[in-house]
Structures are given as structure tokens and as C-alpha cells.
């Protein structure tokens, strides 16, 4: 093996490392944000924690990334330590699908159908199915498919120049040397952590495993040290992501460490004791690239299953580890940005929230204009800063991610929310000058007429309806919710100006105060305000479904040309908040 052999080794590994990565960010930008519910919903059972590690571990191809955005997720207090138990240990076994296609390199027959199914022979065809696809999409979704495909391909060139480089070593005596090295098990473990948790990739060691294994110089007694100590080199990615987190979520890198040192110990200490009895011929014999595979599987189904009974001394485990209780939690962690899809579901998540705070901080504001609370006020105000901590917490989160590489999706989702937060986070400032309004009335001892406080109670009960409606379209991301709110918001603005002008009349007549129409402005005006916002989320809902953002447009549309569904909404709303004549 001559230093051209080394270089085309190393240029193996960069291409397997590079399209490991095309391949994984293609598969989460297709399935990681449809992924995220599931994987909230369904890790309360461990069995059904332990198929989604699985499933969404196969989908984005990497176990480190699912550890990453497991830290980043208890990190946000999104999820519990205890959910993540069952998803790490089936994340482990989600990552031994790379080494099973790796495997059909080794695949020889004169059969074409079965030299079909080397990796080298249908890759090419994959390649330029993937350009095609990448060149000649017009919407994300191909694209992202396409990157799937080369990303892929890429993989399996780079594992065929590993498995090129590396078979002169089977003539070479310093190989044989080295190799004596690796009958010592602790070695094995040793040298397969250190490599993984260099490249960070337990795929990309099991692949150069199985590119040495092509040579006929590796055994079995060799191999499955490497292998074990592989999946524990992969921890080395969840403790540079838990640097700066919070304390449960670094007992979620402790869990994945514990399972995986446990697990090889319980192992390696089975398999050697069993073979001082009886001796196993295929200890010492030669392992080809399937039988890696096979190892590399059995390890951690046997792992897994052996340790999923004992998850929750696992936790424990990690907890005695990591004493300190006080744990800050972060709304929104920046690990979750290494998945995409999960950090705009998150953010979608936290944006709900933020609507319910508005609209939860209005009711109560309103409520106190009839009755006043000291308490409820106190509650308005604390609310408002909290809605404008998930405001600045979003913002500057949603900022970061765009310039991410997105999917036409999540870049629309994106838009989506950065519009609507503003609107949500105005709401709640209206709710507070609102709530001074109350405390002006209660001040001051005011009170409105009977036929005002009649007046009033309609456009009241309109604000109450279009907040509710605006927040149900928006945590529903229904368009036809959302379309109800443009005919209600102009309602709200005609019972404003009638409101106004009954006022005046009252004014003139002497049956009202000048002070209380200062009082009936500032909530009318607040009320009108509150409208807008919630016409401003509606339409943010309804032009991101066409991928335009014009709420301009959409608006005069609606306002001059109107169209049979919006004239009866109209004629609906006003007949229902109709004043008293």
C-alpha cells in the first residue's frame, strides 16, 4: 500500500462523511417537522419510544443527531429525561441500516441481477436520477428527494474507495502486525472510540470496518470490539452539544453513555466468557462485510433489550452522576437547529403558546373593565412579559434558523410565524392599556350609562369572538377559520365608528361626560387595534398556504371585490352584532 492508496482512503472517507450528510439533511427536511409531534406524543410507553428511535434514527440516518436534538429538546424543557431512555436506546439500533447496504459490496457473482445489487453498480443510476431531480423540480419536495438520491450515491463512491484502497493491505506484512494489536478486546474498544469520536460517525467506522473486512484479514474476535467501541464513540457528539446546557439535559448524554458502556461490558464480557468454554471456531475465522453487519445488529438488539427493563435506574444512574437540581430551562434550545423540521414544529409549539397568552391576557382585561381585580390586572402585566420574552426568544431563534438551508415548507412556516408573533405580542400590549383603562374606571369611580354599557357589551362580545377565532385558525393552521376573521374584523370596525357617533349625539344632549368619552375612545380604539392584529394573523395564515405573503393585496381584494362567502360572513356577523336601536 503506497501514500496514493492512503490518499484515496482519506478521500473515501471525506466522500462517505459528505454524503452521509446530503443524505441525512435531505431525509429530515422531508419527514423531521412531521416527525416532532410523533416523537412528543408517543415516548409517555417505552416500547413506542423505543420504534420511534428507530424509525426517525433511519430517517435522518444519524444516532448522534438524534442524541443532539434529544439535548436540546429536554434542554427547552420541551420533553422529560424520562422520555428519552427508550428513544436513545432505539436510536442504536435505527443506525445499523447504513452497514446492511454497506455490506451488499461485498456481493460477488457473475448473476446480473445480483452484481445488481452492489452499491457500486446501481449508485451511478441513483446519482443521475438524483441531478435529475434536483435540476428539473420545481418544488421542494423533489429537490429534496434528489438530495436524498446523491447524497447516497456519494456515500456508496466514498465506500468504494475505501474498500479500493484498503485491499492492497492484504499483502502486506506491517497490516498483519498491526492487526495482532487488535486480539486484545480492551484495544479494540479503545481504538473503535477514539476513531468514531474523531469523525463522529459510528457509520462511517462500521463502513471502514467493513471496507478492511473485504481484505480477508479480520476476524470476529477482532471486529466486535471494534464495533462496540464504535457506538460508544458516538457519545462524543452528545457531550460537545451538552457544553452550556442545563442539567437534565446533559443526564441525556449520561443515559447514552451509561446504556452503551453497560451494554458493551455485559456483552464482551458474555461473548469471551462463553468462548473460554467452548471455544468458538468462528472466533479466529475471517468476517466478511454481511457478517458485520449481522454483528453490529445483534449487538445492539441484544443491548437494547437487555437494558430497556433497567431504564429507570438508567435515569437514575445519570441523576447520581449529575446531582445539582437547579435546572434553567431555556424556551427555545439552538441545538434544535441541527434538525430543522423539529425546530419549526417547536417553534410553532411555543408560538400557540404565545397566542394563548394574548388572547388569555385580553380576556382578562376586558373582564376587569366590568368588574375590577387587582389580582387579574397583576396577571395582565405579568403577562405581557411573558409574551414578550416568547416574542424576543422566537424572533431571534426564527432569524437564526432562516438562514438555515430550509425546506419551501419550514422557509414558509418560518414567515408565518416571525409575521405573526409581532401581531400577538401587540395584542398583549393593548390588553395592558386596557387593563389601565379599568383602573381609571375603578379610580375614578366612573361608570357608563345603561344604554352605553348595552352598546358596548357587542363589540365586546365581537373582540371576544374574533380573538378566539383568530387563535383556533392559527394553533389549527385552517384557512377556512382564518377566512371567517377579515368579515368580522370589518364588523368591528363599523360598530367602532357607530359606537363614536352615538356618543357624540349623547354628548350633545348632555347625557354624557366628556371624561367618559376619553375613556370610551381609548377602549374603542384598543378594541379596533386588537381587530387588526387578529385580520393580520388570519391573512398571514391564508398567503403562506399559497406561498405569497402580500397582505395587502389580499386585503383590498377582499375589501372591493368581496366574493359570495365573504358577503354572507358579513351579513352573518353584523346581524349577530347588531347594536340596540
Known amino acids: 500500500m503506497d501514500i496514493f492508496s492512503v490518499f484515496t482512503l482519506l478521500g473515501g472517507l471525506a466522500f462517505f462523511l459528505y454524503g452521509m450528510n446530503v443524505l441525512s439533511r435531505g431525509l429530515e427536511k422531508m419527514v423531521g417537522g412531521k416527525l416532532e409531534h410523533v416523537l412528543r406524543s408517543m415516548t409517555s410507553n417505552r416500547w413506542k419510544g423505543l420504534a420511534l428511535g428507530a424509525v426517525i434514527t433511519i430517517a435522518i440516518q444519524s444516532s448522534s443527531a438524534m442524541t443532539v436534538m434529544l439535548v436540546g429538546l429536554v434542554n427547552s424543557g420541551i420533553m422529560e429525561l424520562s422520555q428519552t431512555v427508550s428513544v436513545i436506546m432505539g436510536s442504536s439500533m435505527g443506525t445499523t441500516l447504513t452497514a446492511w447496504i454497506l455490506s451488499a459490496t461485498g456481493i460477488q457473482s457473475d448473476s446480473f441481477w445480483l452484481q445488481m445489487l452492489k452499491p457500486e ?185 437487555v437494558l430497556l427493563p433497567f431504564s429507570r435506574q438508567l435515569e437514575k444512574l445519570a441523576k447520581l452522576t449529575i446531582r445539582d437540581k437547579n435546572t434553567e430551562v431555556a424556551l427555545l434550545d439552538e441545538r434544535l437547529m441541527l434538525s430543522p423540521g423539529f425546530a419549526i414544529a417547536e417553534c410553532r409549539a411555543l408560538a400557540v403558546k404565545m397566542a394563548h397568552a394574548a388572547r388569555d391576557s385580553m380576556l382578562d382585561a376586558i373582564r376587569i373593565t366590568q368588574e375590577y381585580d387587582a389580582k387579574a390586572a397583576a396577571a395582565v402585566t405579568a403577562r405581557e412579559e411573558e409574551i414578550d420574552v416568547y416574542e424576543d426568544t422566537l424572533g431571534t431563534f426564527l432569524v437564526k434558523l432562516s438562514s438555515k438551508d430550509l425546506s419551501h415548507a419550514d422557509s414558509n412556516a418560518a414567515a408565518e410565524l416571525l409575521h405573526a408573533i409581532g401581531d400577538f405580542e401587540r395584542i398583549g400590549d393593548h390588553a395592558v392599556n386596557i387593563m389601565r383603562v379599568a383602573e381609571e374606571i375603578d379610580g375614578k369611580q366612573l361608570r357608563f350609562s345603561d344604554k352605553a354599557q348595552e352598546e358596548l357589551e357587542v363589540i365586546t362580545h365581537a373582540i371576544v369572538d374574533i380573538l378566539n377565532l383568530t387563535v383556533d385558525a392559527f394553533e389549527k393552521n385552517d384557512t377556512r377559520l382564518a377566512q371567517k376573521v377579515e368579515p368580522l374584523e370589518q364588523v368591528v370596525d363599523g360598530l367602532k365608528t357607530d359606537l363614536r357617533n352615538r356618543h357624540v349625539r349623547r354628548l350633545q344632549e348632555g347625557r354624557c361626560t366628556i371624561e367618559l368619552g376619553f375613556v370610551l375612545t381609548d377602549l374603542l380604539t384598543n378594541y379596533e387595534r386588537v381587530s387588526d392584529h387578529c385580520s393580520n394573523i388570519a391573512v398571514t395564515v391564508i398567503q403562506i398556504k399559497d406561498s405569497v405573503l402580500d397582505a395587502h393585496e389580499y386585503l383590498n381584494h377582499v375589501k372591493n371585490e368581496g366574493g359570495k362567502e365573504f358577503t354572507q360572513a358579513f351579513e352573518g356577523y353584523r346581524e349577530k352584532y347588531r347594536l340596540p336601536g
Open 121 to 305: 453498480s446501481f449508485s451511478p443510476l441513483v446519482a443521475l436520477a438524483g441531478v435529475i431531480m434536483i435540476m428539473t423540480g420545481k418544488d421542494g419536495k423533489k429537490k429534496d428527494a434528489g438530495h436524498v438520491l446523491v447524497g447516497f450515491s456519494i456515500l456508496m463512491t466514498g465506500m468504494t474507495f475505501m474498500s479500493q484502497s484498503v485491499s492492497p493491505l492484504a499483502e502486506t506484512p506491517a497490516f498483519h502486525d498491526l492487526l495482532i494489536m487488535f486480539q486484545n478486546p480492551l484495544m479494540g474498544v479503545l481504538v473503535g472510540t477514539v476513531f468514531t469520536g474523531i469523525i463522529q460517525s459510528s457509520a462511517a467506522s462500521v463502513g471502514i470496518l467493513q471496507s478492511l473486512a473485504l481484505t480477508g484479514s479480520i476476524s470476529m474476535s477482532m471486529a466486535f470490539p471494534l464495533i462496540t467501541g464504535a457506538n460508544i464513540g458516538t457519545c462524543v457528539t452528545g457531550l460537545i452539544s451538552a457544553i452550556g446546557a442545563n442539567k437534565n439535559a446533559k443526564r441525556v448524554v449520561a443515559v447514552s453513555i451509561y446504556f452503551k458502556v453497560i451494554g458493551t461490558v455485559i456483552c464482551l464480557s458474555v461473548f469471551y466468557g462463553l468462548n473460554a468454554v467452548f471455544h468458538f471456531d468462528m472466533v479466529d475465522a475471517p468476517i466478511g462485510a454481511l457478517g458485520i453487519a449481522v454483528v453490529h445488529t445483534l449487538f445492539n438488539i441484544v443491548n437494547t433489550f
